[in-house]
């Protein structure tokens, strides 16, 4: 049975609804994640620590693909919820076009300014050399990347998460099958799982575009349109947390780099790279619930059914915690499986790995509230308070504790930072979350 944003969400209905874009989030996360298996395991330790040392800057030029999606689904849910469907596809279809002239002139820069930033970070000799040619072939499909980030909240505004998840996963079946192919196979290397990742992300963003180009049974469709600056700015700002939370990531993840490289070389930077891997599927899976449904929270925001939005923040924050509390057992439990999958192959990395990856398995307590309470403001059109939210627990306490703690307590105190910065994160969010009620009726 077909599932309405107008629908009444109990527990059941919003499991169902958000599942694909959960199942969509933890797909796009998996990019990273078998690329660095087959690097790790085809090609060497110092290749994988390049994929994992030029990652987050990648991030960071495709984190515009997160703003326009999320900011802008907020806007045409609620134009679709006050009864205007013309304007809600006119609003798609300018952030769309928009979307791929800023992704091919990021890319454009990207790969101008690659060497002297990989050269900045401290990325030198066989390193920078990894850094780049896997950097600049990533960068080609950058447009597509963007689109395919987009898309993920577009597919749910437009009452088509299942469609969505089936794009994904075709996406992350080939970046799989092609990393196969290419590295464990061809034995073409770097260059080899680059060219797979670039692949899978033409097909995650180009499949959608062709969808929605054609007449289809979906709530959106790209049409003809005309610059709405409004409607623009409204999307920026209203995604300007998602966009400051990737970055973000990004920058305090070149900045833990920085820091594992002072304090333990190269190998640290590779258990680095094995937590965050795990780090970006269990939390796929609290940013997919959230984009899930961010939609149905701004379609009843704009309706003005403030029963049922009152339902929809209760419900969630109970999803949110039985989510929570299953992760850290889980990243207890597969802390040594999963470290030896990826650094088996040496007994000292996996050692440091291992360690790491019980102290780290703590931050998935206290993360998917900051994830979802900077959504939920997100949905409601607040784009300053979720941006703030994400400002805070994504740069200013990671920064602030992956400086400090490893002054007190060395590596360690790396690993231990980031659950100190999502349990400060957490008790923001729920401050806002109490002050900011009666305002949005919740």
């Known amino acids: 049975m077909k599932i309405q944003l107008s629908d009444h969400f109990n527990y059941r209905k919003l499991l169902r609804f958000s599942f694909p874009s959960i199942v969509m989030m933890i797909f796009t996360s998996i990019y990273g994640v078998v690329d660095g298996f087959f690097v790790s395991n085809y090609v060497g330790k110092t290749p994988f620590a390049a994929v994992n040392f030029i990652m987050p800057f990648l991030m960071i030029l495709g984190a515009m693909g997160f703003m326009f999606g999320t900011g802008g689904s907020a806007l045409i849910a609620q134009a679709l919820g006050e009864g205007k469907p013309d304007r809600a596809k006119k609003i798609f279809s ?247 999958i990826f650094v088996g192959y040496d007994q000292g990395l996996l050692e440091l790995t291992l360690k790491g990856f019980v102290i780290y398995s703590f931050s998935f307590l206290f993360a998917g509230m900051a994830i979802y309470g900077s959504s939920f403001f997100t949905a409601l059109g607040d784009g300053l308070t979720s941006a703030l939210i994400a400002f805070l627990r994504t740069l200013v306490f990671q920064i602030a504790a992956v400086i400090i703690l490893p002054l007190i307590w060395g590596i360690d105190g790396i690993w231990v930072s980031i659950v100190v910065a999502e349990l400060m994160a957490t008790v923001i969010t729920v401050f806002f979350m109490v002050i900011k009620r009666k305002k949005y009726h919740y």
């Open 94 to 340: 300018l952030l769309i076009y928009v979307s791929i002239l800023c992704g091919i002139l990021i890319a454009l820069l990207g790969i101008l300014f690659l060497r002297p930033i990989a050269q900045f970070l401290g990325a030198e000799g066989v390193m920078l050399e990894n850094c780049v040619t896997y950097g600049r072939i990533i960068l080609l499909a950058l447009p597509a990347f963007m689109l395919q980030f987009e898309f993920q909240s577009f597919f749910v505004t437009a009452e088509k998460p299942q469609l969505g998840l089936a794009v994904t996963v075709a996406a992350g079946m080939t970046n799989i099958l092609l990393d196969a192919l290419f590295v464990a196979v061809f034995q073409w290397g770097l260059v080899g799982a680059a060219v797979a990742t670039a692949a899978s992300q033409l097909v995650g963003g180009i499949i959608p575009v062709i969808y929605f180009a054609c007449p289809n049974s979906s709530l959106l469709r790209l049409t003809k349109t005309c610059f709405d600056g409004s409607a623009l700015l409204k999307t920026c700002v209203n995604g300007s947390s998602e966009l400051m939370s990737n970055i973000s990531m990004s920058l305090v993840g070149m900045l833990y780099n920085v820091q594992l490289m002072k304090y333990a070389g190269e190998d640290g930077v590779a258990a680095y790279g094995v937590l965050m891997y795990v780090n970006m599927i269990f939390l796929a899976a609290f940013i997919g619930y959230a984009v899930g449904t961010a939609p149905v929270v701004s379609y009843h925001y704009g309706a003005g059914d403030y029963n049922e939005l009152k339902g929809l923040l209760k419900r969630s924050l109970v999803i949110i915690g039985i989510f929570s509390v299953s992760m850290l057992v889980l990243g207890e439990v597969l802390a040594l499986p999963l470290s030896h």
